[in-house]
C-alpha cells in the first residue's frame, strides 16, 4: 500500500493573471472560490476573459464549501525530474467542485492510500500553505463522513 503524496513545494510556481488573482487571494486565506458569470451565472473554471455561454466580461467570485468528488486521475510513479523520488507516488486529479454546476478544478489527491481513490470519491479540500510564497494550493483529501 502507498499513501498519495505532495508534489514538492518548491517546485510550485504561481503565475497569475487579472483572470486568476482572485482565485489565488482566496486561497491564500484558505478560501475556495469559483469564478461564476455575473450576468448568465454560468460557472466557469479556469476563469477567462469571456463567459462561454454570453461573452459577459464580469465574474462574481462565488464561494464554494471545499467538496467535490473526483471526476478523473492519475497515479505518477516514476520521478519525470530530480527531486521527485521522495513524493511518489502522487496523483493529479481533476475534481468536480460540489456547489460549481459543471466546473471542474485540477489538482491532487493526497494523505489516501492510492488503492483506495475512485472516480466518484467524495473529497474535500485541504491548503497546503507554500513556504516563502505568501500563497496556498488546493489539494483534496477523502471527505469525512
Ligand atoms: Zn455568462
Not at 448568465?40 to 468528488?69: A, K, V
Not at 473529497?123 to 469525512?144: C, H, L, N
Amino acid at each position: 500500500m502507498a499513501l498519495a503524496k505532495r508534489p514538492p513545494p518548491e517546485l510550485f510556481k504561481l503565475s497569475t493573471n487579472t483572470w486568476t488573482q482572485p482565485f489565488w487571494d482566496a486561497a491564500a486565506r484558505h478560501a475556495l472560490v469559483v469564478a461564476r458569470c455575473g450576468d448568465c451565472g454560468h460557472f466557469r473554471m479556469p476563469p477567462t476573459p469571456f463567459c462561454p455561454c454570453c461573452q459577459s466580461q464580469r465574474i462574481d467570485w462565488t464561494p464554494l464549501d471545499g467538496r467535490g468528488t473526483v471526476y478523473a486521475y492519475t497515479i505518477v510513479e516514476r520521478a519525470i525530474f530530480a527531486g521527485m523520488e521522495a513524493h511518489l507516488p502522487y496523483v493529479p486529479a481533476v475534481i468536480s467542485l460540489h456547489g460549481a454546476g459543471e466546473a471542474r478544478l485540477i489538482s491532487n489527491v493526497v494523505d489516501v492510500e492510492v488503492a483506495q481513490i475512485h472516480v466518484g470519491m467524495p473529497v474535500q479540500v485541504v491548503w497546503d500553505d507554500v513556504p516563502g510564497q505568501g500563497v496556498a494550493v488546493p489539494r483534496f483529501q477523502p471527505a469525512e463522513v
